[in-house]
């Protein structure tokens, strides 16, 4: 009886531990998996500058104009009679999550310091 190394079951399981090193550079890899929100709310704007690098894109905003799609669970973090106001100061940074998807923060500025507001994870190919 001769016994066969099981090639295919080794390239199997290469080619599964690649896929689950994900995309290198993403915010994904660097530290996001599974505990995003909680990350997240540690971070000032600029320690996750520091922490993941230069975002894909950025804007800064304030709520006297509606939001957009994209942009409409801001509301939920903020209270109902702030929702029109110039005074909610918003920043958005934008940076790959993955291969697939993108992800953005939101930081709110309460009393001179910007603070976590909230996240989305979308596809890249999403049109708003």
């Known amino acids: 009886m001769v016994i066969r190394a099981p090639y295919h079951l080794i390239a199997f399981c290469a080619m599964l531990l690649m896929g689950c090193l994900g995309n290198p550079g993403s915010v994904h890899d660097r530290e996001l998996a599974g505990s995003n929100e909680t ?6 704007p600029e320690e996750a500058l520091r922490k993941f690098g230069k975002p894909l894109a950025t804007d800064s905003f304030d709520l006297s104009r509606p939001l957009s799609e994209f942009r409409i669970e801001i509301y939920n973090y903020v209270p109902e009679g702030e ?14 999550y993955n291969s697939q998807d993108n992800i953005t923060v939101w930081y709110r500025q ?4 910007w603070e976590y507001a909230h996240y989305s994870i979308w596809k890249k190919d999403a049109q708003f």
Do not use: F, H, P, V
């Not at 929702?83 to 920043?91: A, E, L, M, V, Y």
């Not at 309460?110 to 310091?113: I, K, W």
């Open 39 to 44: 990350i997240l709310k540690r971070l000032s």
């Open 83 to 96: 929702r029109n106001s110039r005074d909610i100061k918003i920043k958005e940074y934008t940076w790959a």
């Open 110 to 113: 309460n009393q001179g310091t």
